[in-house]
């Protein structure tokens, strides 16, 4: 089969090579000894993390030369007794590795059907995104009807699913953006207001009334505003650090106007509790059908551009959802 192998780590630019190589074996995966799905994968999500691993900066640091890829769309080839899909279904599904290859290896309990509202495009884009902003909106973040949600990156990956998700439970949205492109983006996706990166959006927010919660896939100098930002109970969340520094935060900020910071570890969480995936993976799945969620897919690239897709990540001009389509 073909894939893509990252085989040094150089950098998104000369880190990744297409090769033909064995199709995986149903216990090959990454997270588990037992048998999995085999999946005929249609297409690839590209994320943060596949750029780190082409520098040997994530914490998931597999013995070169190996495949990258997190999550998959694509239709099942087989499956082990008792699982929930069956061969020919459509499915989504987590990899951890191995999904930027034309057949991928996925657990049982991380595969889902895909929706039949989605494509494969959009299918490639739901486990990873949007299990994560639900699980920071309603597990960490504690979200209620009416509430005010503050996202940055707003028109990426993570900030688009975040504004989707907490548009459907019944959140007023701002989306924080660098651009007019950025902002269509953010409004597609459902933002109430959309303010400027550039701009004074601390005071802007606060005009509005302030948030309740501010979901925070960036990090770096921006976090203590997003703080001066929130409403007295309000809840700061942080999911990542994609502008690459790590904040740091002065806790007397907390006791004086009584906020909070919670992280949102997705992985570190819900990968230890399957059945907590799976209840995930139904209420994102009511979302869908209910049309208030739908993925929003940016570039798509060719399995053989897996490294343009990296660079465009990696120059943070990405928009929604960047896959790779395989088949």
Same mark, same amino acid.
């Given at each position: 089969?073909?894939?893509?192998?990252?085989?040094?780590?150089?950098?998104?630019?000369?880190?990744?090579?297409?090769?033909?190589?064995?199709?995986?074996?149903?216990?090959?995966?990454?997270?588990?000894?037992?048998?999995?799905?085999?999946?005929?994968?249609?297409?690839?999500?590209?994320?943060?993390?596949?750029?780190?691993?082409?520098?040997?900066?994530?914490?998931?640091?597999?013995?070169?030369?190996?495949?990258?890829?997190?999550?998959?769309?694509?239709?099942?080839?087989?499956?082990?007794?008792?699982?929930?899909?069956?061969?020919?279904?459509?499915?989504?599904?987590?990899?951890?590795?191995?999904?930027?290859?034309?057949?991928?290896?996925?657990?049982?309990?991380?595969?889902?059907?895909?929706?039949?509202?989605?494509?494969?495009?959009?299918?490639?884009?739901?486990?990873?995104?949007?299990?994560?902003?639900?699980?920071?909106?309603?597990?960490?973040?504690?979200?209620?009807?009416?509430?005010?949600?503050?996202?940055?990156?707003?028109?990426?990956?993570?900030?688009?699913?975040?504004?989707?998700?907490?548009?459907?439970?019944?959140?007023?949205?701002?989306?924080?953006?660098?651009?007019?492109?950025?902002?269509? &983006? #953010?409004?597609?996706? +459902? /933002?109430?207001?959309? %303010?400027?990166?550039?701009? =004074?959006?601390?005071?802007?927010?606060? @005009?509005?009334?302030?948030?309740?919660?501010?979901?925070?896939?960036?990090?770096?100098?921006?976090?203590?505003?997003?703080?001066?930002?929130?409403?007295?109970?309000?809840?700061?969340?942080?999911?990542?650090?994609?502008?690459?520094?790590?904040?740091?935060?002065?806790?007397?900020?907390?006791?004086?106007?009584?906020?909070?910071?919670?992280?949102?570890?997705?992985?570190?969480?819900?990968?230890?509790?399957?059945?907590?995936?799976?209840?995930?993976?139904?209420?994102?799945?009511?979302?869908?059908?209910?049309?208030? &969620? #739908?993925?929003?897919? +940016? /570039?798509?690239?060719? %399995?053989?551009?897996?490294? =343009?897709?990296?660079?465009?990540?990696? @120059?943070?001009?990405?928009?929604?959802?960047?896959?790779?389509?395989?088949?």
């Amino acid at each position: 089969m073909r894939a893509v192998q990252i085989t040094q780590l150089t950098g998104p630019e000369t880190a990744t090579q297409l090769v033909d190589v064995p199709e995986p074996a149903a216990r090959s995966h990454h997270l588990s000894s037992d048998e999995g799905v085999v999946i005929d994968v249609a297409a690839a999500g590209v994320s943060f993390p596949e750029v780190l691993q082409t520098r040997g900066a994530y914490q998931i640091k597999p013995e070169l030369p190996f495949i990258p890829g997190s999550e998959v769309s694509g239709i099942v080839r087989s499956a082990p007794a008792g699982a929930a899909v069956r061969p020919g279904d459509r499915v989504t599904a987590l990899t951890a590795l191995g999904g930027f290859a034309e057949v991928a290896v996925a657990p049982v309990p991380f595969t889902f059907a895909l929706p039949a509202q989605l494509d494969f495009r959009q299918g490639a884009g739901l486990i990873l995104n949007y299990h994560t902003v639900y699980f920071a909106l309603v597990t960490r973040g504690r979200l209620h009807r009416g509430e005010t949600v503050l996202v940055h990156g707003a028109a990426g990956g993570v900030g688009t699913a975040a504004l989707q998700v907490a548009k459907a439970l019944g959140a007023r949205t701002i989306a924080v953006v660098s651009t007019d492109a950025k902002e269509e &983006v #953010a409004r597609r996706a +459902g /933002a109430d207001h959309v %303010l400027r990166s550039s701009g =004074d959006w601390r005071e802007e927010t606060k @005009a509005l009334g302030g948030a309740d919660i501010v979901l925070d896939p960036v990090g770096g100098d921006r976090f203590v505003d997003s703080l001066r930002a929130l409403r007295t109970g309000g809840r700061a969340l942080v999911v990542g650090f994609t502008e690459g520094s790590i904040p740091t935060v002065k806790v007397n900020r907390l006791l004086l106007s009584n906020i909070e910071v919670a992280g949102a570890g997705w992985g570190a969480y819900a990968l230890s509790r399957p059945e907590y995936m799976r209840d995930t993976a139904g209420a994102i799945a009511r979302l869908i059908e209910a049309g208030t &969620v #739908a993925p929003i897919v +940016g /570039a798509a690239f060719p %399995l053989k551009d897996a490294a =343009d897709a990296l660079k465009l990540i990696d @120059a943070r001009v990405a928009t929604g959802k960047v896959v790779l389509e395989v088949r």
